[in-house]
């Protein structure tokens, strides 16, 4: 046995001794206060506990789950009870405690994970893998994932509960239905002429309208939903192939705006089902054809196309190549059309700001005619200096910048004046032709490739055989016994017989069914101790993967070669070389940092406009920066002081900076200032703050529990908290500093206040500041429009920032620079909590006695080897802890 | 194109997860499961996602002899069927999100008002309770929460509600196959479970059991599905149009047609609970043959000029119009026990939107009919006027009316029953 002999050389400490004898002193607490209800035969003793023993014997499994739970009882004060007779003496009862803590971390084996289900993002990935089937998703109506111990894939927090299991059971029918559909004959529908009359095409708003019966008016726009005209109320009745006919025309004047177009002008055609989201843009649509439009004079022709459409779809028209629209990735044609607008328009320009932005809610023709008011009386600031250099601003609400300013004067100048695209009679006749509907096509492409079938292949029994003993094995993810095959065959044939004019994939349908309910496909980790290499290819998949194992580990896994450690060594770091930003990045980062929590957090509009682009910003920069620590294997001490950071332009607003582009960039910077890590990352500073104030506490116990590996225990009950004063008048220290002169809070405040006082120069958003902001106007007030207009101008500067702290050690932090010192410094705190929290979340269970002494081992072995980041996830993985279930 | 949900899938996604009606020739044995001696048995919830200009809906004056807002106009004919409540709120969040919180108390979402209810009066009817919109709701909203913090899926095709209450034979077929199905399955996977928890140790078959209890539970609510199922389904000569009137434009007729087949299932005891999200988009209504100068969230955001509030009040009256004749439909109907329909169903109706101007949620719109409670009144509660109350307030007079025994919800603790006594 290769494998355990070197284990055995790197972590494996524990040797499994059967003759522990307990100290005098442990003999006599437990005589002294103990006995009188936990001593003697079985059935006479309180709880089924007797606390007779000479000597524990760890090489059993028993001893350490038994004696850490006397650990537990005696440590949380549950035991000896209050009443008893002969309650132990402080001293006495530490004394006990230190031993038993001794002993445990000695020689209790590591493991103990229990059957461990797989939650939402695991079942995602693994029905996705499973079935081929790489956009399912859970319904909204899926129950979230309990958090115990910082993390959603703990085993003893994933509870199953009766509203999951029929979610499982609805979800498996659906599935079913997905890659093995029932056939579904073609309808029957007689063809007919639909006639659509211009004023029946609806609009939502804004840039399309009907002029009067007869015309309708397009002008272009990139939002088909809102600004096209839409064919409803025709929905197509029958998925089938379809004659459109429209009669159109251009429509220009010598009064407009724009040059004289000779062009044809073009009119596209879209399709989409009726009720779909409202603000698609054209894009996104199923594009059907369309027609180049004459520009002759007055001339209305008719257009014809003929295309598929599908049941339950309306048609939307829009003038492709207008003078105003803006594609994504092309939004430079709007944004030049715009600057041009602005500049060679100072009349218009001056009566927008004149106007400045109108009433609210008003329409694109009061927007219009109040600009064209203003011109003609004349008397407009032509002299003003903003009209010289235009803003480049992309709009936020409906007239609340220059490009929407423009867009809706433009649309409207287009409609009165041209050019615009006038569409006299649509006529829609068929269907020609019948054709399945799209749900059935996509169904049918979807089985096709999961029975790996041909298309129209008819399929018989023997295929039923070799398609479940696939299946099965990869459904469980490890070999299936002959007899359990035979089982769901068995459900095959039962069908069969009772419909013998069934398909074999209908009779298909519920074994698959059985098969995604089953405890062993949603569980792993049904056997307990050393992992074979079966359960270790699924530990080792979805801890860095979320996901099952791919074909390579299964390999290794069949050959029996993944438990060597070579072979395991190697996997790792093939699965970390290109690493799934969206499994283990996302997913552990999104818990141990918290970046998770940021879309439950809107930042007071008093502080500073944020949007869901600086959101996103802040959560990729948090993401690339952990990737980077992985793939360039950077050592440890880079999550406290790295020198680098991924950042885009949107983040110029938290950070300050000049970058530009959306684009994610490297920068880097000076390592030894207040920069980028985990002391700087804007993410980390927001999740642990509110979005409207900080509290230093918060902050505190983050760190204490993520950076430092020393959470405390939660507050008495019945404490209320502390908060913020919002006039300015004292500070959150002031505050606190009367909270800490209780000696019982002290205990703990003492370690948590000075962590949270140095992080107090980041602002709610992770922004950096020297003085707290005190806010104009209050909170309590429901925040009126006119409020969210003026971001960020409901300020002012408040209380200058104290941002010391005196560590309990005696260290004195003047600021949060020191406190990345001294982190440096003592580098084995912050190693041994980051293996901790891996270990945690790659074996999916609070750490034992057994497993706090491998992470000891595993932390103590980085820091000396002074190995990276990569290395230090390949010695969890070889852990003894992780290759025990 | 994943999100997609054509009908068929709607139907089968729905058929399978819900519990099934009974018609007034049959008497269920689930039908005595009781909900106390209160002659109140149905609850529906309306919310109108825009909401109303306030001072159109609530009255001037306090009482009984208030002269009827102009919003509230269409309602002139049932005027001792209902009181109006002024000054209530949750004092919660402001903005769209708020409508989480309009039935439920919680911006996080933790179980709603309605579901409540179908808690304890859900077993009684096919359907323990039906969400239901117009098209595809704005932002994705959701109002109904279950005892898990889950948000509902509301049904926004009117087709779909009716298959829904009306299956086929076709239908009821699949869902015979689906039960069944899930029927052997569940025996089967209870025995691969078993087995499993035989070589476990006894930590681990903690952890099997809970799948163990967890699949007995669900083969009882599959039972009483199969048992619904073994009722017919009613019948009926309602039509529907060619085509789902889902289009935003299309808003007002789909939402008369949503009311009508909400009140057919309420009348073949379908459900006894309903919540229906009527939404706003930004679509130009015509109304009396006009067409209104903005879109209809244009119209909500009115910066109070009487040319925008009297088109936002257009769509209201259009709003309430449609709700006095769903109450009138209920006034003139009979339940399966020959209860009249208004008397025995408590009606909430109102927005979770107070002022959609300044996206203000203090003074909801509120309004309750029916449920054989003594009505005609103007009760004022505004803030600050010492007879200050909540949301919250109402709601638990509602639920003690079912005969629910709660009596605190979302930080309310006092019921407001002088109001309906």
């Known amino acids: ?885 | 194109m994943q999100n997609r949900v054509d009908r068929r899938q709607f139907l089968r996604g729905l058929g399978i997860s819900l519990a099934l009606p009974m018609l007034e020739s049959f008497q269920s044995p689930l039908m005595h499961a009781s909900s106390g001696s209160n002659s109140v048995k149905r609850l529906v919830a309306i919310g109108t996602y825009l909401g109303f200009h306030q001072t159109d809906f609530f009255p001037d004056k306090k009482g009984k002899g208030y002269k009827l807002p102009y919003v509230l106009e269409p309602l002139a004919g049932n005027r001792s069927e209902f009181s109006i409540l002024s000054g209530l709120d949750h004092r919660g969040r402001n903005g769209h999100e708020g409508w989480k919180a309009w039935l439920s108390g919680s911006a996080t979402g933790s179980i709603s008002i309605d579901q409540i209810v179908a808690n304890q009066v859900g077993d009684n009817a096919r359907y323990a309770s039906l969400q239901v919109t117009c098209g595809r709701p704005p932002n994705d909203a959701r109002i109904s929460f279950t005892r898990d913090g889950v948000a509902l899926p509301m049904i926004g095709r009117p087709s779909v509600l009716y298959n829904t209450l009306f299956r086929s034979d076709s239908d009821k077929a699949r869902i015979q196959y689906i039960l069944d199905g899930n029927g052997s399955v569940l025996d089967d996977v209870l025995e691969e479970a078993r087995a499993i928890k035989k070589k476990a140790s006894w930590q681990d078959k903690r952890k099997i059991n809970e799948y163990l209890s967890s699949v007995r539970d669900v083969e009882k609510k599959l039972q009483k599905q199969k048992s619904w199922l073994d009722i017919p389904f009613p019948k009926t000569d309602y039509t529907l149009p060619s085509y789902d009137p889902i289009s935003p434009d299309q808003a007002l007729h789909c939402e008369t047609i949503m009311y009508d087949l909400m009140a057919l299932a309420l009348k073949t005891d379908s459900t006894r609970v309903l919540t229906f999200l009527v939404p706003g988009w930004s679509q130009v209504f015509e109304i009396n043959g006009r067409r209104l100068s903005a879109g209809y969230h244009g119209l909500s955001h009115h910066g109070n000029e009487d040319k925008k509030i009297a088109e936002y009040n257009l769509v209201g009256r259009e709003h309430v119009k449609r709700f006095a004749n769903f109450l009138q439909k209920l006034k003139s109907s009979n339940d399966t026990e020959g209860l009249s329909l208004l008397d025995s169903t408590a009606i909430l109706y109102g927005s979770g939107m107070g002022d959609a101007n300044t996206h203000d949620n203090s003074n909801l719109p509120t309004l309750v009919a029916g449920g054989g409670f003594k009505h005609g009144n103007h009760w004022s509660h505004q803030r600050g006027s010492g007879n200050q109350r909540l949301l919250g307030d109402l709601y638990l007079t509602l639920m003690q009316k079912f005969g629910l025994n709660i009596d605190s919800f979302a930080g309310a603790k006092n019921n407001l029953n002088e109001c309906f006594s």
Request: charged share 25%.
């Open chain 1, 1 to 885: 046995m290769r494998f355990l002999l070197w284990i055995n050389i790197t972590f494996f400490s524990c040797v499994l001794v059967a003759d522990d004898f307990l100290p005098q002193s442990a003999l006599s607490f437990f005589e002294n206060h103990c006995f009188e209800c936990h001593q003697g035969s079985e059935d006479s003793i309180e709880g089924n506990v007797n606390l007779e023993a000479k000597s524990i014997d760890w090489s059993k499994k028993e001893s350490t789950v038994f004696w850490t739970r006397i650990y537990e009882v005696i440590h949380s004060n549950e035991m000896p009870p209050k009443e008893a007779s002969s309650f132990p003496a402080t001293a006495e009862r530490l004394s006990m405690l230190t031993w038993l803590n001794k002993s445990l971390t000695n020689y209790a084996p590591p493991g103990g994970t229990l059957p461990r289900r797989l939650n939402r993002v695991e079942y995602e990935n693994t029905i996705r893998n499973l079935f081929n089937y790489s956009d399912f998703k859970v319904p909204p109506s899926f129950p979230e994932d309990d958090t115990t111990n910082g993390f959603d894939n703990i085993a003893s927090g994933l509870v199953l509960s009766p509203t999951l299991l029929s979610q499982y059971l609805d979800i498996a029918t659906s599935i079913a239905d997905e890659v093995l559909p029932e056939p579904v004959p073609l309808k029957s529908f007689d063809s007919r002429d639909f006639r659509i009359k211009p004023f029946q095409l609806k609009t939502n708003e804004g840039d399309g309208a009907a002029l009067t019966n007869d015309t309708y008016r397009l002008v272009s726009s990139r939002n088909m939903a809102s600004a096209a005209g839409w064919t409803s109320p025709f929905e197509v009745p029958v998925s089938g192939v379809y004659k459109i006919k429209v009669q159109a025309r251009t429509f220009q004047t010598d009064k407009m705006f724009y040059d004289k177009r000779i062009k044809p002008f073009r009119l596209e055609l879209y399709a989409r089902q009726n009720g779909e989201q409202q603000y698609e843009p054209f894009g996104e649509l199923r594009a059907l054809g369309g027609f180049n439009v004459t520009t002759k004079e007055g001339l209305s022709k008719n257009y014809q196309l003929e295309s598929k459409l599908f049941e339950g779809e309306v048609i939307g028209f829009r003038w492709a190549d207008g003078p105003v629209y803006s594609d994504p990735g092309k939004r430079d044609i709007s944004h030049s059309f715009i600057d041009d607008r602005l500049l060679n328009d100072s009349q218009f320009y001056a009566a927008a700001i004149k106007l400045d932005g109108g009433k609210r809610g008003s329409s694109q023709i009061e927007f219009y005619e109040s600009i064209r008011e203003l011109i003609k009386s004349g008397g407009l600031d032509l002299e003003n200096p903003k009209l010289k250099s235009p803003p480049k601003v992309y709009g936020g609400g409906l007239f609340n910048g220059p490009h929407n300013w423009c867009k809706a004067y433009a649309y409207e100048e287009m409609h009165r004046f041209g050019p615009a695209l006038d569409i006299l009679n649509i006529e829609i006749s068929g269907p020609d032709k019948i054709i399945p509907d799209q749900l059935t096509q996509s169904r049918l492409a979807r089985s096709d490739l999961f029975l790996g079938r041909s298309p129209g292949a008819i399929l018989d029994i023997s295929f039923a055989e070799n398609f479940l003993r696939d299946f099965l094995f990869k459904a469980f993810r490890k070999p299936v016994s002959e007899n359990k095959i035979k089982e769901y065959l068995g459900i095959v044939e039962k069908h069969r017989l009772d419909n013998p004019d069934k398909r074999i994939e209908d009779s298909l349908h519920l074994a698959v069914r059985r098969a995604i309910i089953s405890p062993h496909f949603l569980f792993r980790g049904l056997k307990s101790g050393f992992l074979d290499d079966w359960g270790l290819a699924s530990r080792l998949s979805y801890f860095l993967n979320s996901s099952p194992p791919d074909a390579k580990l299964i390999n290794f896994a069949k050959t029996g070669k993944l438990s060597d450690p070579i072979v395991l060594e190697s996997e790792t770091r093939r699965l970390l070389k290109k690493p799934q930003r969206n499994n283990l990045i996302k997913h552990f980062t999104g818990q141990w940092l918290g970046t998770r929590r940021l879309k439950d957090i809107m930042p007071d509009p008093r502080l500073l406009k944020f949007y869901n682009i600086h959101r996103e910003a802040m959560i990729d920069e948090t993401e690339m920066f952990f990737e980077e620590m992985i793939t360039e294997n950077h050592t440890l001490d880079k999550f406290i002081d790295p020198g680098f950071s991924y950042r885009n332009k949107n983040l110029n607003n938290i950070y300050g900076g000049n970058l530009s582009g959306t684009e994610m960039q490297r920068i880097t910077f000076d390592k030894g200032g207040r920069s980028g890590g985990l002391l700087g990352l804007a993410s980390i500073m927001m999740s642990t703050a509110n979005g409207v104030d900080t509290h230093p506490v918060h902050r505190g116990v983050w760190l204490l529990e993520n950076v430092l590996g020393s959470p405390t225990s939660p507050p008495p009950p019945g404490i209320p908290s502390i908060a913020p004063d919002t006039s300015g008048s004292t500070t959150m220290r002031e505050r606190m500093i009367a909270h800490q002169q209780d000696t019982s809070c002290a205990s703990c405040h003492k370690k948590i206040d000075p962590l949270g006082f140095v992080m107090e120069n980041y602002d709610p958003v992770g922004r950096w500041r020297e003085h707290y902001p005190v806010y104009t106007e209050t909170a309590s007030e429901p925040l009126k429009e006119e409020f969210y207009s003026q971001n960020g101008k409901q300020t002012r500067v408040g209380q200058k920032i104290d941002s010391s702290g005196l560590l309990p050690d005696g260290t004195v932090l003047k600021n949060v620079v020191d406190l990345k010192t001294y982190l440096l410094t003592n580098m084995n705190l912050f190693t041994e909590c980051l293996v901790e929290k891996l270990l945690v979340y790659g074996t999916g269970r609070s750490l034992n006695f057994g497993d706090k002494r491998i992470s000891m081992k595993i932390a103590k072995n980085s820091l000396n080897s002074n190995s990276g980041f990569q290395d230090l996830i390949v010695d969890i993985v070889l852990s003894e802890s992780f290759l025990t279930r």
